[in-house]
């Protein structure tokens, strides 16, 4: 559906849970994850329900996310029953690939079509720092396990953070010159309570300079048209590569104007702007003697009417808690 400023909004984030085994450093602010007690988190059939009012608004591309979505029973379930709802065109996860090869199969047969799969290292030890405790080899064996499936675009998403891994771009860009994967590089977004420590520099490196610094490397093609998919990222190719690079920008040159989609968080809001503090509440209502299926809807159609033409900068929360 059209929003107020003529963007159609098409494209729905589930963040199906707030749990993740996992607590990345520049997503979980101070190591710490907020968990929610399990009954204020929206349970399956509630999600499928809103899943099926924003289908009816004529939303076709639904990406469930979280926290770690993998982490939660039930997720490639509920998302066949999604993909056999009318009119709805892709299903995609984000995920950290921890335990992606145990599902893959599963995944592929619920109709999943897109992975994105973080991937911020290719140093082991450097991969446990970050993400406090992950095991680069459990991502990597679950990236492997994708691709060897063929039947999904996979994308490897790297947030990129000076003085902690932005001396891997050329490394992690090289992958697409091994395999038919696309890496995106994201600007490091300064979320929640997470700050810089006094004694390291801005951590947000640009996307210009990631691009610059990537030409000092590789032979690079602009203007290329980039893997399928209606993301935020510019995407270039390493010449000769299979894959694409791609430069997501939230931070320097943020894509509102083609923004597409809303949020449903794990507890039950809908945000029409990532980086807005606003959000409409469900979860209660929909709990309670006066929710209907028709309200649902004109809620929805609601928080997409008043989604905002561009960002503020309330940040008051981690990724953690809203879903990436
Ligand atoms: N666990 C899943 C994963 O690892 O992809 C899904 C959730 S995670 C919050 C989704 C995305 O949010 C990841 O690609 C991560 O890179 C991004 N993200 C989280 N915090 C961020 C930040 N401060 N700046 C930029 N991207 C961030």
Redo the contacts with the bound molecule.
């Keep these: 559906m059209k929003d107020s400023f003529g963007r159609n909004v098409h494209s729905m984030r589930i963040s199906v849970t707030d749990r993740?085994n996992?607590r990345?450093d520049?997503?979980v602010s101070g190591g710490k994850l907020q968990l929610r007690p399990e009954h204020e988190l929206l349970s399956l059939s509630e999600i499928e329900t809103v899943i099926r009012a924003a289908g009816e608004l004529g939303f076709d591309s639904f990406r469930f996310?979280?926290?770690?979505?993998l982490v939660r029973d039930g997720i490639p379930e509920l998302i066949e029953r999604v993909g056999a709802l009318p009119g709805v065109r892709k299903l995609s996860l984000?995920?950290?690939?921890s335990l992606l090869a145990r599902h893959v199969d599963r995944l592929a047969a619920a109709g999943v079509k897109a992975l994105?799969?973080?991937l911020?290292s290719l140093v082991p030890e450097r991969f446990r720092q970050i993400t406090r405790g992950g095991s680069l080899a459990r991502v990597l064996e679950g990236i492997r396990a994708a691709l060897r499936r063929e039947c999904f675009t996979v994308k490897l998403?790297?947030?990129i953070m000076r003085g902690v891994n932005d001396d891997e771009l050329a490394p992690l860009a090289a992958l697409t010159l091994e395999q038919p994967v696309t890496v995106r590089f994201?600007?490091?977004?300064?979320?929640g309570a997470?700050r810089a420590p006094q004694d390291r520099p801005d951590p947000t490196v640009s996307s210009h300079e990631m691009l610059e610094r990537l030409e000092r490397e590789f032979d690079i093609e602009r203007n290329v048209s980039g893997p399928v998919g209606e993301g935020p990222a510019q995407y270039v190719q390493v010449r000769g590569g299979q894959g694409f690079v791609g430069l997501i920008s939230?931070v320097y040159q943020p894509f509102c104007e083609r923004c597409n989609r809303i949020r449903l968080t794990s507890d039950g809001y809908i945000k029409s702007c990532l980086l807005q503090d606003e959000r409409f509440a469900l979860r209660d209502w929909m709990r309670g003697p006066d929710y209907s299926f028709p309200e649902l809807r004109r809620r929805i159609a609601e928080a997409v009417l008043l989604k905002p033409r561009e960002h503020s900068h309330a940040r008051s929360m981690?990724?953690?808690t809203v879903?990436?």
């Excluded at 994201?186 to 979320?191: A, G, H, N, R, T």
């Design positions: 993740c996992m990345c520049y997503c996310t979280g926290g770690e979505p984000s995920t950290n690939g994105n799969i973080s911020d998403n790297a947030v994201i600007e490091y977004m300064p979320f997470w939230p981690d990724m953690s879903g990436g």
